[in-house]
């Protein structure tokens, strides 16, 4: 996934040019035109779009439980604040377009306000997100052997796998499995399916398909903004909503190319480039050797597996499904500078997520595989950031510590006259000892339920919201709210806990039935819990 640095202004008219719904949609256009225009790849791109989507959503909240506070002044000000701090070279654009929006905002106090809630909104996440990694030095060493030549350019963003996540408990949360094995049939199937319909010079690949690949060459923000901007236009959109909706999008996108890269840097695996013109090496009958082949797109400077821009387009469906519910989704649509600004339109998240994902196939420059794990682990991460906002905490409340559960969830086989074999299994009591970001011992987690540290401070909750794990087979995630009931100490302050991160502790699997009844069984779990201090 590369920038498109020398892209022409004209192009960035024909992304933005969706209807304008309110406040966040237009600045959201604003704001993705002025990082094509800050020329940043990719990565860097989704990192800046991030923040600035998540200061204005932080503003809105903030204004919105005023009655004397503009909304729309204060988006003004996230916006102004976050763009002109991390692109500093579109200061002056970014001023210009700020003055524009307040002057169609009457004087007066409640403008001061939303101009003042603004900019401390976006202050506050600017300090959270200037220290998340992204400035680490690079230190990616090309892979070779003494004496021997290798090409040189800089590869893309290798320092990403050391950053922090927004939602992710870190980088590798999502990492999947490895790559095919160069001795399976699986191999042979990608290697020749991209070799015939991925060169440059193919037969095998319509006209279409070729418009498609070009098509999603593009890969910065605005591309998929756009998508999001189909469904914020609609009718009877809220900014509160529309505002969390772009925040949502923007932290899932920005956490997947963390997962992504981390992945990719992880395995290492070759693009087709290579592996085409090397086809001899790699021990396989199936995967004929072809001097000089190339791809029809650029192969991007990081490794192949998995697919980043599969990752984006999973990411993207989980949240837009999560956000149409069972109203249905209007259609889809976006366009393309690396298409002479052409638009695409799409009926389903299915055919959406299918057709960015086969693209980078016939471009040739992934497998077959690295595109369907890719957008597996985009929906994981889209789904979890759902259920991160899902799940926030009302006020202002700050997070001030992040402890790590391991333990079981405890269930009872109890007689139930609605169940259809008289019994069914009923969560009784977690049991977890707790460990603190250090993975040092911290405290205990049971019945209540209860959190106590080691100082004998203590809080027992109450929960407030649920939502469904991302991933398979996990207790869902919660929001509680807490009080103290113990001490003065490490958890006295505590008044709001999110339960995320789950893996396991769902009811056993084995039958409960009339003859189980009074069985006790215990599901291992592990689990992070947030917890907050308004």
């Not at 989704?46 to 932080?58: F, G, K, L, S, W």
């Not at 440059?200 to 998929?224: G, H, M």
């Not at 040092?440 to 049971?446: A, D, F, L, Q, V």
Request: charged share 20%.
């Amino acid at each position: 996934m590369k920038p498109r640095h020398l892209i022409a202004g004209a192009c960035l008219v024909a992304i933005g040019s969706a209807a304008h719904a309110d406040v966040i949609t237009d600045w959201n256009i604003v704001a993705g035109d002025t990082i094509v225009a800050a020329k940043l790849g990719t990565p860097p791109a989704n990192r800046v779009i991030a923040i600035v989507q998540t200061a204005v959503n932080d503003a809105v909240i903030a204004a919105g439980s005023r009655a004397d506070t503009s909304v729309d002044a204060a988006v003004a000000a996230a916006n102004r604040v976050t763009l002109a701090k991390l692109l500093p070279s579109q200061e002056a654009a970014v001023t210009t377009a700020y003055q524009a929006a307040l002057a169609k905002i009457a004087d007066g106090p409640a403008k001061a306000a939303g101009i003042a809630a603004g900019e401390k909104a976006a202050g506050a996440v600017l300090a959270r997100r200037l220290d998340d990694g992204a400035g680490t030095p690079e230190r990616y060493r090309p892979h070779t052997a003494a004496g021997t030549y290798v090409p040189t350019p800089a590869v893309a963003a290798p320092q990403w796998v050391q950053r922090k996540p927004w939602n992710m408990a870190g980088p590798a949360q999502f990492r999947p499995g490895p790559p095919p094995a160069l001795s399976s049939a699986q191999w042979a199937r990608d290697y020749e399916e991209v070799r015939l319909v991925g060169s440059k010079v193919s037969t095998k690949r319509s006209a279409e398909q070729t418009d498609i690949a070009r098509f999603w060459d593009y890969s910065l923000p605005p591309i998929y903004h756009a998508v999001l901007r189909s469904v914020a236009t609609q009718p009877n959109r809220s900014v509160a909503q529309n505002a969390r909706l772009f925040a949502t999008a923007a932290q899932a996108m920005d956490d997947g190319l963390i997962a992504g890269l981390d992945a990719k840097y992880h395995y290492n695996f070759w693009r087709p480039v290579t592996a085409i013109r090397n086809g001899d090496l790699d021990g396989h009958d199936g995967t004929p050797l072809e001097a000089g082949w190339s791809s029809l797109i650029d192969a991007p400077m990081h490794p192949e597996y998995p697919s980043t821009h599969s990752i984006l387009a999973g990411a993207m469906a989980s949240i837009l499904q999560a956000e149409a519910g069972t109203a249905g989704l209007p259609v889809l649509s976006t366009s393309s500078p690396t298409l002479g600004g052409a638009t695409r339109k799409w009926k389903s998240l299915d055919d959406f997520t299918r057709e960015v994902a086969v693209s980078r196939i016939w471009g040739g420059i992934h497998f077959r595989t690295a595109t369907d794990v890719g957008l597996v682990m985009g929906r994981q991460i889209g789904a979890q950031a759902v259920a991160q906002f899902a799940l926030a905490p009302a006020g202002d409340a700050k997070l001030v510590e992040r402890v790590a559960a391991k333990g079981v969830q405890v269930y009872e086989c109890r007689a139930d006259k609605a169940a259809s074999n008289g019994a069914q299994w009923v969560f009784v009591a977690p049991q977890a000892d707790l460990f603190d970001a250090e993975g040092k011992p911290s405290g205990t987690h049971y019945a209540g339920p209860h959190w106590e540290a080691a100082d004998g401070s203590k809080i027992v909750g109450k929960v407030e919201a649920r939502a469904d794990a991302p991933q398979a087979g996990a207790i869902p995630w919660l929001l509680l709210s807490a009080r103290s009931v113990g001490s003065s100490g490490r958890y006295a302050s505590v008044t709001s806990i999110q339960r995320v991160n789950t893996v396991g502790g769902t009811a056993p699997a084995q039958r409960c039935d009339k003859s189980a009844i009074g069985k006790v069984d215990k599901v291992p779990y592990t689990a992070d819990y947030l917890l907050y201090a308004s």
